[in-house]
């Protein structure tokens, strides 16, 4: 039976769930000369180009909501890049489609082995541990506006996880700096 993709769990809070294409330059940053999470061999130029071109088969078959043959696809590209952080990021996604969250939360994880200020990776595994570790979410979320500044959606989640565990002061600030940088986005305290 095939897979298609479903609704994610119901949060308080702003989540990404964009495909992460492979661009020109992220395809060179991680891949090319990588070495594989064990150290033990780089990754080679024909492989980096395998592993692009399966995640952008695999990009294809996810935007088409073909879950099945796009986490075929990701798997090949990790067989030739095992530090592909655009396989692991797009597998999270289907994991949590599919409501498995430990294994999304092990491939952000992975993904920010490769890349630890990948901004996609850290916001959504941020959403994964509000509820089960709200101090490791804060810390995501200020890693994900630390690297991306105008990131209003982390700015507003970051703010009211911040209210929500007693800094109301921090959360205050952050959720106004998120209002001023998208003027869609609302404080659900003002409602």
Known sequence: MKRTHRGL?????????????VLLLGATSCSGEDSSPDGSSQVTKADAKQAASAVQAGLKAHSDGDLD???TAYDKALK????????????????????NYGLAETNYRS??????????A????????TKDDPKEAISLYKSA??????D????????????????????????????????????????
């Open 80 to 99: 030739y890049d095992p530090t592909n952080k655009f396989a692991f990021y797009n597998l999270a996604l289907i994991d949590e489609a599919d409501e």
């Open 122 to 129: 850290l916001f959504n595994l941020a959403i994964l541990r």
């Open 9 to 21: 769990r119901d949060h308080h809070y702003l989540r990404t769930v964009a495909l992460t294409a």
């Open 69 to 71: 043959k796009a986490e």
């Open 111 to 120: 993904a920010l082995e490769t890349d630890p200020k990948y901004g996609p």
């Open 145 to 150: 506006v630390a690297g991306d500044a105008k």
């Open 152 to 191: 209003a959606a982390a700015w507003l989640n970051l703010g009211l996880l911040q209210r929500a565990n007693g800094d109301k002061a921090s959360g205050n600030k952050s959720v106004l700096r998120a209002v001023a940088l998208d003027s869609t986005l609302q404080d659900p305290a003002k409602r």
